[in-house]
């Protein structure tokens, strides 16, 4: 055998350990190191190193661990509208706000609204597209936003319509709904999947229906997605229709009101969970009007008409071999406990939270605790208790590090409105502390910043140890040379990671914002500040300290950003260091201008500013409606102001003498509703 070819079969079986090694990550212990994309990316390159090399496709490594070679290479397909996630609830408290930000969104006074509960069945969700009753598409969530073409697998549970008929049907009807695998038939497989929910992921994935079918799927509808002409009245109403048109709903569903009603169901369904041939984690509570869920809309990534009550998280004993620190994007100090690896609901745990200083106060755990773990979800799990019974007595309780990991001094904020001292460690280097740095700059590829796909927290670790990255800039200008010659890469995923670093280029205002990982700046504040720069060379203007304070001081009158979000924008942009690091990355980014939501709306480019209360709506709702239709809300009356709407239940007079002296137009709250209804 030539040297080179030795060569080439070496490395290939080193990267099948790997790929055994994600392989086992993955599907037996639930704790995969990369993400999928990651994975594909991989995965995909062995196939390409095979077919390159016949001498590779005759030793059948591959075809040994992952069966025909499945390219996943689906075709992908936009959502028509995004598959969004659920915010959860974990006790009876969590439910109470849940009704209570509901009703205050509604302005309901003494009202009991009624909801839809639902078992939440623990699989993975597809989406049916029915045209004149026909299916034509079935996409896989995916992003959420863009989901992947999965019809024929789809197809291979027959009970799912292929059409539906009747004398009055939607033109377009999108049905949302959980792929399972019953516990039983999971049993009979006898799969290397950790649990039914990944077995039924790893069933739909197949590029191979064939494959598909060899795993018995199931499904519940429970959703809908778009729907035209508007056909249903209620969540309760839409699963009757669609079970008359053949399609299977959870029989264990029903309406409920009120508090009791809510604990009562989730204690039943509780009981019952363990009998069920699905696996479900906790119950949807889903506001059961959609006129109702209409006006409540969405926040940036779950609705505000439904939540996820899950059942109480699974424990387990283990012990305490570790105490470490963390350091998070905005210096946040967070200690983790390293403990002896135990399964926790089907998953091996080595690592739970102890969230900051004061909860291992409170809780005195020290280094060699036998403690009470448990993992609710996907969330990190959380230490419980301890048990002091089993203590060593020559252990010593645990002194908090008073230093982060780049060896500076960290400092608890004391709240200038509350004076009181914040629970969180922080260290305040930014850019300047390598292990603040490394996490900025995991947030600023992330999906909800320049979302660089195949460039996940792992492969950021890698670079950043590397030395290839070093700030966000440099993500552009990669020395591919020096990448191609690490493990695991080649040039199938150097083409995808140049690709989506290129795609990444065109970012709109508000997300950019956000990417900068500016504390207290979220997602909706972004928008907010978005909003009101509007392009990003106003946004620059933040840059020179002489325009800086006067930028700032005209913020106080954006609703919703308020001085903890100016104080940080400011003394983030007073740092040399960030100003520079914001314009290298600005230039080497193409920043789409912030678009007005409704060019056509009743409120288009005004100015809007609320005082007193409505009747039947509140104000975070009159907000959305004002913005829905291209106006721009204020929190303080200026000349720049348009209108001020004036709501009949306790308006402010000075606001209003203020805003007449300025010869802003008024508007009464019978006017207000006239023209929303005009
Ligand atoms: S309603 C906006 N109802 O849970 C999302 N979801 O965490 C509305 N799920 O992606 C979802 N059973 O895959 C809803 N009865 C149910 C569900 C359910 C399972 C899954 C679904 C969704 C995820 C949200």
Known sequence: MNKNKSDVIKSFKKKIQLLKKHNKLYFIDDNPEISDREYDIFK?????????????????????????????????????????????????????????????????????????SEPKIDGISATLIYEKGILTKGLSRGDGVTGEDILNNLKTIKTIPRKFEGPNIPHLLEVRCEIYISKKDFIKLKSNFANPRNAAGGSLRQKNPNETKKIPLRYFAYGTGEINPDFFSSQSEFLEKIKRWGFLVNPLSKTVKGINEIEKQHEDLDNLRSSLDYDIDGLVYKVNDFNLQKRLGNTSNSPRWAIAYKFSAEKAITKIKEIVIQVGRTGAITPVAKVEPVTVGGVVVSNATLHNEDEIQRKDIRVGDTIQIQRAGDVIPQVVSVNIEKRDKKSKKFVFPKKCLCGALTKKEVSKNTKKEDAVRRCFRGYDCSYTAREKLKHLVSKESLNIEGLGKRVIDQFWDLRIVKEPSDIFNLDFGKIKSLEGWGTLSINNLKASIEKSRQINLSKFIYSLGIRHIGQENAKILAGFFVTIKEFSKLFESNKRDQILTSLVELDGIGSTQINSVESFFSKEKNKKITINLINELKINNYEINNKDGKFSQKKLMFTGGFENMSRSEAKLIAENNGGKVLGSISKKLDFLVVGNSKPTKKKIDQARKLNIKIISENEWKRILNS
Do not use: C, Y
């Not at 062995?46 to 661990?65: H, R, S, T």
């Open 44 to 116: 995909n390159e062995l196939v390409e190193l095979e077919n390159q090399n016949n001498f590779l496709k005759e030793l059948n490594l591959l075809e040994k661990i992952i069966g025909s070679p499945p390219s996943n290479k689906f075709i992908k397909i936009k959502h028509l509208s995004p598959m969004l996630s659920l915010s959860n609830a974990f006790d009876e408290n969590d439910m109470r706000d849940f009704l209570k930000k509901v009703d205050n969104f509604l302005n309901l006074k003494n009202e009991t609204i009624q909801l839809f």
